[in-house]
Nanobody, 124 residues
Framework: QVQLVESGGGLVQAGGSLRLSCAAS????????MGWFRQAPGKEREFVAA????????YYADSVKGRFTISRDNAKNTVSLQMNSLKPEDTAVYYC?????????????????WGQGTQVTVSS
């Protein structure tokens, strides 16, 4: 059974940092692009960041560029999201996802596997 399990969410003050981790099991994703998405209450799920299969190319939403960093460790089958300078508008449930290909994508429909999500709350 393929599973993506996120961890590292929590409550943090504005300006603080959190590091989210996503552990994959059931199969290797070393040849798949990976991504992070988030969904705030009453809003659609939105793209946050993506990383290609080898980890040498990344892409970010404008809203997080310069503050968030996505990385991966294919040997451990994990992907991480370092979030710095957090803002109250970053509050959402954050989801890890595995793409169906090596190429990065910003649309949820290109991702075949999803984690259950982890809550990030940023207080002002």
């Amino acid at each position: 059974q393929v599973q993506l399990v996120e961890s590292g969410g929590g409550l943090v003050q504005a300006g603080g940092s959190l590091r989210l981790s996503c552990a994959a099991s059931g199969r290797t994703f070393s040849t798949n692009a990976m991504g992070w998405f988030r969904q705030a209450p009453g809003k659609e799920r939105e793209f946050v960041a993506a990383i290609n299969w080898s980890g040498d190319t990344t892409y970010y939403a404008d809203s997080v560029k310069g503050r968030f960093t996505i990385s991966r460790d294919n040997a451990k089958n994990t992907v991480s999201l370092q979030m710095n300078s957090l803002k109250p508008e970053d509050t959402a449930v954050y989801y890890c996802a595995a793409s169906g290909s090596r190429m990065m994508a910003t649309l949820p429909r290109y991702y075949n596997y999803w984690g259950q999500g982890t809550q990030v709350t940023v207080s002002s």
